[in-house]
């Protein structure tokens, strides 16, 4: 666990591209100051500690209804955010849950905060990964490998099919890992990850050893304007004329989506802030080549609530988990064979005025030999065993393409790519 330490000799190239959800307004103009860095294993509360880092480094977020009407100086040297990461692991600390199985990635800590403030005006580098480039020169990318093949992704649909129908569950998500062998410096191909279009939460987080490229179009949580806001996203097809009306008509994957707004629901009401109420319901948006179901859900900060309780209340995302929460929690734990380590947990911005945290679906890790993918999706008594299978490779399709350099076709349909 870290604790503020400076990091211009430490981390000697993060800090210099996009950070996810950061604000359009200061890009190229905010510095990396110090970060704050644990581990599942390392004891304590992740999200009070990261709270109490973030606080006592000038960010406001032990009462997040009392920021949106205060002036917030802009000068050289004030704070100006901090980007935030949040493991799978650690939103399932956080949640009361398991950890789940161990990361491929164990370099890559659990819950990261990086805090930046405000600098003159510089030009981004696309060049993010140092300290961990693989050799050096041209980016090569290798084949990828799964951790499970389709029999046994097939297979633990299957396995939820059933706790379903023994009652111990209503739905689960369930993911899959790959990953490929690299050499050259990764920077640019992450860049091309989170430049996929579609991505709300499009950016490179990077560290000693390793860096996470999101292209996320899911929102985890946002604090604006005296309001909470979740905007899950279950419910995927093709991004054809077919693929939209399919979706709009599907039984499953409407209820599928229901019940996950359902779930979110009660996330915000257990904060206690104000009713909560969905603003959208089953709102058909694209990523890539896919169509894909969005809802709006909000609630009013009517009392005291900082970014502490919301993580505890939030994390892990209902969309990536299931119902009820900690049920769902624990079939992942037993079914999954990798941990979701950089996937499926938060990535986003904290800000002086706001907060904007993205579920990070739809992204990359890298650390100093590989590249790491993870994709999945929510399983009901309805769910196909094949289909789920080949949804999963539709949604890693796009990012493999991306790292590899390659085009994508604009409507691919499941395993094409």
């Known amino acids: 666990m870290v604790h503020g330490r400076a990091t211009d000799d430490h981390f000697p190239t993060s800090g210099r591209g996009r950070k996810p959800g950061s604000p359009a307004s200061c890009q190229g103009r905010h510095r990396e100051s110090c970060r704050f860095e644990w581990s599942v294993g390392a004891g304590g509360d992740p999200a009070e500690l990261v709270a109490a880092f973030l606080s006592g480094n000038g960010l406001p977020v032990r009462d997040m209804g009392r920021t949106a009407n205060q002036f917030h100086p802009t ?72 951790s499970w093949s389709r029999a046994e992704h097939a297979a633990a649909v299957t396995a939820v099919r059933a706790a379903i129908a023994r009652g111990d569950v209503y ?27 579609g991505a709300r939460y ?38 054809t004329a077919r693929g939209r009306r399919e979706l709009l008509a599907s039984a499953k994957e409407r209820a599928e989506h229901v019940m996950i707004v359902d779930l979110e629901r009660n996330d915000l009401a257990r904060l206690g802030v104000g009713p909560v109420r969905v603003d959208e319901l089953f709102a058909v948006r694209r990523w890539c080549g896919l169509w894909q179901a969005e809802s709006v859900v909000s609630a009013p900060i009517e ?85 789920e299978v080949d949804e999963a490779a539709a949604k890693a399709a796009p990012m493999r393409a991306a790292l590899a350099g390659r085009p994508m076709s604009p409507t691919a349909r499941p395993g094409t790519a």
Request: charged share 15%; aromatic share 4%.
């Open 75 to 146: 000068g050289e040297g004030t704070p100006c955010g901090a980007a935030l990461y949040v493991s799978a692991s650690a939103g399932s600390v956080m949640a009361g849950g398991p950890p789940g199985a161990p990361s491929p990635v164990p370099g890559i800590p659990d819950v990261v905060a990086v805090v930046h403030r405000h600098a003159a005006p510089t030009e981004p580098s696309l060049s993010v990964m140092g300290a961990c480039a693989n050799g050096g020169g041209e980016w090569r990318l290798g084949p990828f490998s799964d």
């Open 171 to 197: 739905q689960v998500n369930v993911v899959g890992h790959a990953s490929a062998p690299y050499t050259g410096d990764p920077g640019p191909a992450l860049a091309r990850v989170a430049g996929l279009p």
């Open 202 to 239: 499009g950016g490179v987080l990077s560290g000693a050893g390793w860096a996470i490229a999101t292209a996320s179009p899911e929102t985890l949580v946002e604090v604006r304007g005296g309001r909470i806001i979740t905007r899950p996203i279950k419910g995927t097809r093709p991004a």
């Open 303 to 387: 009392r005291p609530v900082g970014l502490a309780e919301l993580l505890r209340a939030l994390c892990p995302g209902g969309s990536v988990t299931g119902a009820p929460k900690r049920a769902a929690l624990e079939v992942i734990a037993r079914l999954e064979p990798v941990g979701r380590g950089v996937a499926m947990g938060a990535l986003g911005w904290v800000g002086t005025d706001h907060v904007d945290l993205g579920l990070s679906i739809r992204t990359a890790a890298v650390d100093g030999e590989r590249v790491h993918l993870w994709a999945g999706g929510g399983i009901t008594i309805d769910s196909d065993p094949e289909a």
